[in-house]
């Protein structure tokens, strides 16, 4: 494990230019807990806060994982129109002969995940699979899906004994399909299949230790704990907030600017008091339920859809630590990171359009 640990954190993330940040926790969990042996395998679906690292540590497992011990551990990007760029490591031997099989075989990197069988079989042909430990990484599966109008239904059914037949008949140590996705409502569909094989796991924004690593690595100006209570570790926001020049008002105004249209349609539908309820108790928000034109719903599912808010229950294996104690984050519920729930709750107490000096305010009266 140390050695996949110490390979992981020699992983460059391409738009910063930097060595990988954490997520130690996260790869003993996934592979002490989940992945483990023959008989226990199952697709995984991971989900998590937008940008909160699914893509990169995804990445950088599959550079970890390469060529160590009989592990083969392919990524594949289905939304990269370019076929030179859809797998990864990008050196590895493997590589070459997938994207062979994808030029030759298939024709189409999106259907790797639905014919998952005739990409091994081809795989194995070519490739020495016999007694490996193959682990699949397939980032942004649903691209995949609505492409070939493959119902999430289907798609896990399917799998659900594939995996075991393919697994046998290639003789491979263990197949553990991991399909990524940041699609809320597509997560709805993927937790009513649990079971059939299926499960689905939360990831989380970095850690507070690691967000400090992350700003000490980007050279950040700002103050770290204020940044912490602002991004809540999510990384794409500091990426974000770095590419304002760690102009922290301008990123502001830009937050700002994605909550009003929700705050106006809160007003427009007369339930401002709701989402104050919201701000209060973020577990009030209520099911994501399409066929429900109640006005509590249809704000609901905005807050869902526009990825400012997403569930977090039971339902949900944890792959990272979810903090607690924090207002933003509830039991079943969390805003997905704290700069909405900041912005939501300026606007709401003052009744006017929030600055960014009043945002910061908040957060400074209320931690
Ligand atoms: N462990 C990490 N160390 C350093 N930077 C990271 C790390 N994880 C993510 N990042 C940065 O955060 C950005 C967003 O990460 P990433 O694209 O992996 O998120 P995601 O969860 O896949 O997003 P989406 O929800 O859009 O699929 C990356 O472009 C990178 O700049
Ligand atoms: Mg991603």
Redesign the pocket.
């Known amino acids: 494990m140390r050695d996949v640990v110490s390979k992981l954190y020699r992983y460059r993330?391409p738009?910063?230019g930097?060595e990988?940040?954490?997520?130690e926790y996260e790869v003993e969990t996934l592979l002490q807990e989940h992945i483990r042996e023959r008989g226990y395998e199952h697709l995984l679906v991971v989900t998590?806060?937008?940008?909160?690292?699914?893509?990169?540590?995804a990445r950088?497992l599959a550079h970890a994982l390469d060529s160590y011990g009989n592990f083969v551990a392919i990524y594949m990007d289905l939304t990269e129109q370019d076929l030179s760029k859809v797998f990864q490591p990008l050196r590895s031997r493997v590589v070459e002969t997938c994207m062979e099989i994808v030029l030759n075989v298939l024709g189409d990197v999106a259907k790797v995940p639905i014919q998952l069988y005739t990409f091994l079989r081809e795989l194995s042909k070519r490739f020495r699979v016999r007694g490996a430990k193959v682990i699949l990484l397939i980032d942004?599966v649903t691209k995949s899906l609505e492409k070939y109008g493959v119902t999430i239904r289907d798609f896990v059914s399917s799998l659900s004994y594939k995996i075991f037949e393919i697994r046998d008949e290639l003789e491979l140590e263990y197949l553990y399909p991991i399909a990524?996705t940041?699609d809320q409502t597509a997560v709805q569909h993927f937790l009513r299949e649990q079971g059939k094989n299926m499960f689905t796991y939360l990831m989380w924004n970095?850690s507070k230790q690691a967000t400090e690593q992350?700003l000490q690595k980007l050279e950040c100006p700002l103050d770290y704990e204020l940044v912490w209570k602002v991004t809540g570790g999510n990384?794409?926001e500091?990426?974000e907030l770095r590419a304002w020049r760690w102009n922290l008002d301008r990123y502001l105004s830009a937050k700002i600017g994605k909550v009003l249209p929700l705050i106006k349609l809160a007003q427009d539908l007369s339930v401002e008091n709701y989402l104050r309820e919201v701000v209060e108790c973020v577990d009030c928000v209520k099911p994501y339920q399409p066929g429900i034109q109640l006005p509590e719903y249809i704000v609901s599912r905005r807050l869902i859809e526009e990825n400012i808010v997403m569930n977090i229950d039971e339902r949900f294996r944890k792959l990272s630590k979810i903090p607690r104690g924090e207002p933003w984050i509830g039991r079943e519920y969390a805003f997905q990171t704290p700069i909405y729930y900041w912005i939501l709750k300026t606007a709401l107490e003052t009744g006017e359009k929030p600055t960014p000096r009043k945002v910061l305010e908040t957060i400074e009266e209320n931690t």
């Open positions: 993330v738009d910063l930097i990988f940040v954490n997520r998590g806060p937008w940008g909160c690292g699914k893509t990169q540590f950088a942004e990524f940041s970095l992350l990384p794409r500091v990426a």
